[in-house]
């Protein structure tokens, strides 16, 4: 009895209207580009089911009139189920979760075609209709080569066709050829590679037992997945790749015996014969027509990539895209945090008082301002971010890097994103995407907030003009820089700190290989990289924004009830005395703004976030906090600043920032200065903005990781801030 075909197409009749056409390739060889090329504004994006990896479609209307859905196969140098992506790679060519389509187009690097060679041979062993696009040609006939595209489509057995994605060249033939082959329906021709005896019995016997429909394709997919778990110690645990498949569990464990018992060779001669293969072929089609000259990026890389100039120009980009997410998206937060001020403000003066208005102005009003202030910073990020990488600097970069983040087990790709927390941790987990492996992505997503990025300056700006402005060390250094230096210093040790105790724990894997191509250096198309930045903005405000907005709500009624409590004096009385006695002017404004200070303060004091604040009091006063810090620890969930404002508030000083010299007066005669070091500590570790939570949920695709990292990051705050302050009072201090 057979097992269950590896390979389950659906019945024409379940297809899509159109037909289907998946774009294949490795990274860096122009495939994004292409689809955009041939797509134009026609494009969709989502998620694959259950993973968070982008899914981008799009429609384009062929010679003749025939129309077809273009779907965007995320780029992968292999089909083995090792990392998310090549997994998703495989399931969509072979159909495996829904119809499989009705043509691959394999797009290859044509400046480096004997690598880009190997994807397509694992593609085409498949037996599914294809055809291949000779990408970058342009780049090829630069560096003096002559390919012969009638050699490759012989030799493969489909239409090959040369093209420039960038600059168009091309492109009509391209979609003439793929009309044709789509009404056609061919086939590659059968493989040329062979090994031993034994090898081909294995390979027989495998695709035998994995039923009628199978190909040699999945038998050598299965052979190469079993191998690498094997390899990577992950065979038959929770993270082996096959764990997912029930109805292949049979045929890889029998499969594994096979390895165990003499067969172990058997993955190993596939590679090499595959490419024996493709080295025969390159042979006859790939022709050097004139010698290779000193390119364009041979000549920026020896800058660029030097020892020592390298790493200066990288600090010196990376202190650019910092900048830029620090700095430049102020005035358009500002202009975003003004414009639902005025708009909460016009909305309070056309409703009628009561809570009705209170939650449009106060919950819906400030819950959307407080999604679409995010905006700009991510905006900015993908922007710079996209540029790079379609420039090929990207690349550079993390190869740079790889060997510094090699030693608490991430690559270099995860540089950037931990980089990027320091101004805003929202938009840095979200670029955690250009991360393959799955364990590292979430290291670097579990890590990233204890970055001290940009809300948490407020609060060290209070704490240090209250508690240490004016202080010096050894007459001439400011208390106040030494502190903001420490806790920058602090923050990049815990996240270093709290990566590698993850790679070694709970998240346990070896420290990957950084596997990429330095592409040649390229002028970015604006177009494609704005049209990713949009992509990623919508995404941002639709998942998470809802999760945001709901939680600003919550808070807001958190803060703002029970309203039905008598105050300890009569609001209404003092204010008509007020504007009864004193004649109009600042003096009366300023009168009045004290009363309604003193009101809000009381009224604050009562609701059922303060009630918690109270509860939790016995908990934090080891820290040194008291209940109208507890009060600001919840507020502060709607982003870490408001507890600055929160404070204001409850020392009845009006909405107060961290400029106020009122509120620097109040805490400096309220708390010490080993208190405020503490609050700086905890707020330094503390998961305490619920915008991070929400991202967080949506790229993990699950609550269980945010609820982890809440956990972790506050147990970490609590017992640095506890040895803070009791070790600081041991001290004398």
Same mark, same amino acid.
């Given at each position: ?76 140098y292999s089909l083995v189920a090792r990392s998310r992506e090549e997994g998703i790679a495989f399931d969509v060519i072979t159909g495996r979760h829904s119809a499989p389509p009705d043509l691959v ?279 710079? %971010? =996209?540029? $790079? @990488?379609?420039?090929?600097? &990207?690349?550079? /970069?993390? !190869?740079?890097?790889?060997? +510094?983040? *090699? ?26 995407r250009t991360i393959e492996s799955p364990k590292d992505r979430l290291v670097t997503i579990l890590v990233t907030p204890l970055a001290s990025c940009s809300a948490r300056l407020p609060v060290y ?12 060390? %050894? =007459?001439? $250094? @400011?208390?106040?820089?030494? &502190?903001?230096? /420490?806790? !920058?210093?602090?923050?990049? +040790?815990? *996240? ?170 109040v805490v400096a005669r309220n708390y010490t200065p080993l208190t405020g070091l503490s609050l700086m500590i905890f707020f330094l570790f503390a998961a305490q903005c619920m915008s991070t939570l ?40």
């Amino acid at each position: 009895m057979s097992a269950a075909p590896a390979t389950a197409p659906q019945p024409t009749a379940a297809r899509a209207k159109h037909p289907v056409v998946a774009i294949a390739g490795n990274p860096n060889s122009g495939k994004t580009t292409l689809f955009n090329r041939l797509t134009g504004l026609r494009q969709r994006v989502g998620n694959y089911p259950g993973v968070t990896i982008e899914r981008k479609t799009g429609d384009a209307t062929l010679p003749g009139g025939t129309h077809v859905e273009l779907v965007d196969i995320p780029g992968t140098y292999s089909l083995v189920a090792r990392s998310r992506e090549e997994g998703i790679a495989f399931d969509v060519i072979t159909g495996r979760h829904s119809a499989p389509p009705d043509l691959v187009l394999i797009v290859l690097d044509a400046s480096n075609l004997e690598r880009n060679l190997y994807f397509a041979l694992q593609i085409l062993e498949l037996g599914r209709p294809a055809m291949i696009v000779l990408n970058m040609i342009d780049v090829a006939d630069s560096l003096g080569l002559a390919i012969d595209a009638s050699v490759l489509s012989q030799a493969l057995g489909v239409p090959v066709v040369p093209v420039s994605a960038s600059k168009g060249t091309n492109i009509d033939t391209l979609t003439a050829t793929l009309a044709r082959a789509l009404s056609g329906n061919s086939r590659p021709a059968p493989r040329t590679w062979r090994v031993d005896d034994d090898g081909e019995r294995v390979l027989g016997e495998l695709v035998t037992r994995l039923g009628e429909r199978a190909s040699l394709g999945e038998a050598t997919w299965l052979l190469a997945t079993v191998a690498a778990s094997r390899d990577a110690g992950t065979r038959g645990t929770a993270d082996d790749p096959l764990r997912a498949q029930p109805a292949l569990q049979v045929v890889a464990g029998e499969l594994d015996q096979k390895l165990s018992n003499g067969a172990s060779a058997l993955p190993a001669a596939v590679i090499e014969a595959r490419y024996q293969t493709i080295t025969e072929l390159s042979a006859r089609a790939v022709k050097q027509a004139r010698p290779r000259t000193r390119t364009l990026t041979d000549r920026i890389d020896a800058v660029l990539l030097h020892r020592a100039l390298g790493p200066l120009v990288l600090v010196l980009v990376l202190g650019v895209v910092f900048q830029a997410i620090f700095t430049w998206a102020e005035p358009l937060m500002d202009f975003i945090e003004s414009s639902f001020a005025l708009l909460g403000a016009g909305a309070a003066e056309r409703m009628p008082e009561g809570p009705l208005r209170e939650l449009v102005v106060n919950g819906v009003i400030a819950g959307v301002g407080s999604v679409l202030v995010f905006i700009p910073q991510i905006a900015l990020l993908f922007l710079l %971010l =996209g540029l $790079l @990488e379609d420039s090929g600097y &990207l690349a550079r /970069a993390a !190869y740079m890097m790889d060997r +510094l983040m *090699a030693r608490v087990g991430l690559h270099g790709r995860a540089f950037v994103p931990l980089l990027s927390g320091f101004a805003c941790a929202i938009p840095a987990i979200m670029a955690t995407r250009t991360i393959e492996s799955p364990k590292d992505r979430l290291v670097t997503i579990l890590v990233t907030p204890l970055a001290s990025c940009s809300a948490r300056l407020p609060v060290y700006a209070l704490v240090i003009s209250a508690l240490f402005g004016g202080q010096t060390v %050894l =007459g001439f $250094l @400011e208390v106040g820089t030494l &502190l903001l230096l /420490a806790m !920058y210093a602090l923050s990049i +040790l815990g *996240a270093v700190g709290m990566a590698a105790l993850f790679k070694r724990t709970l998240l346990k894997s070896p420290t990957p290989p950084l596997v990429l191509e330095l592409p040649p250096y390229k002028a970015p198309r604006l177009r494609d990289v704005l049209r990713r930045v949009g992509e990623r903005c919508v995404v941002f405000v639709k998942d998470a924004g809802s999760i945001i907005l709901a939680v600003t709500i919550i808070l807001w009624a958190l803060l703002s009830y029970p309203k039905d409590l008598p105050l300890s004096f009569d609001a209404p009385a003092r204010r008509a005395s007020i504007e009864a006695t004193v004649p109009e002017g600042e003096a009366r404004t300023a009168a009045l703004a004290e009363v309604d200070a003193a009101e809000t303060s009381e009224r604050l004091q009562h609701t059922w976030g303060a009630r918690a604040g109270r509860a939790i009091e016995p908990i934090i006063e080891p820290l040194g906090f008291d209940w109208r810090i507890g009060i600001g620890l919840i507020a502060r969930l709607a982003a870490r600043e408001v507890i600055v404002s929160t404070l204001g508030l409850v020392f009845a000083l009006g909405d107060a920032d961290a400029d106020s010299e009122a509120l620097r007066s109040v805490v400096a005669r309220n708390y010490t200065p080993l208190t405020g070091l503490s609050l700086m500590i905890f707020f330094l570790f503390a998961a305490q903005c619920m915008s991070t939570l929400a991202i967080v949920r949506r790229e993990t695709g699950s609550w269980r990781w945010p609820a982890f990292m809440f956990g972790y990051m506050t147990v970490l705050a609590y017992v640095a801030s506890l040895i803070t302050y009791q070790g600081g009072r041991l001290l004398g201090f």
